[in-house]
């Protein structure tokens, strides 16, 4: 039995940067995530979960699918066009109150 302490395994960190370009890279080049795993010398799972990531917004806690982001787009898209009418009404309002009456 060997009582000596097993070494610690320090934890590699990545910046951000180094993550998103390890990310665009996989998607862009048609491999798997294996291949640019193993061009990148990091885990395969540590790059699917930084394309995880890369589609939650912060302080999220789970990720955002695209049809989950398709519906929000929709929706503010909605909602943008009801605001439009909304300052084009106000617009009007503002102008027949604002042109001087023929009665005074």
Do not use: C
Not at 6 to 35: C, I, M, T
Not at 41 to 52: D, E, M, Y
């Amino acid at each position: 039995m060997n009582n000596e302490p097993e070494p610690k395994v320090r934890k590699k960190r990545y910046d951000e940067n180094f993550k998103r370009s390890a990310v665009e890279h996989w998607l862009g080049s048609g491999k798997s995530a294996n291949q640019v795993a193993t061009e990148l010398g990091i885990n395969a799972q540590t790059l699917k979960i930084w394309k995880q990531l890369a589609v939650m917004p912060p302080g999220s806690s789970a990720p955002r699918t695209v049809e989950a982001l398709e519906a929000e787009n929709r929706r503010l898209r909605r909602e943008m066009t009801g605001l439009i009418r909304q300052r084009e009404i106000l617009k009007k309002t503002l102008g027949i109150l604002s042109t001087p009456s023929d009665n005074g």
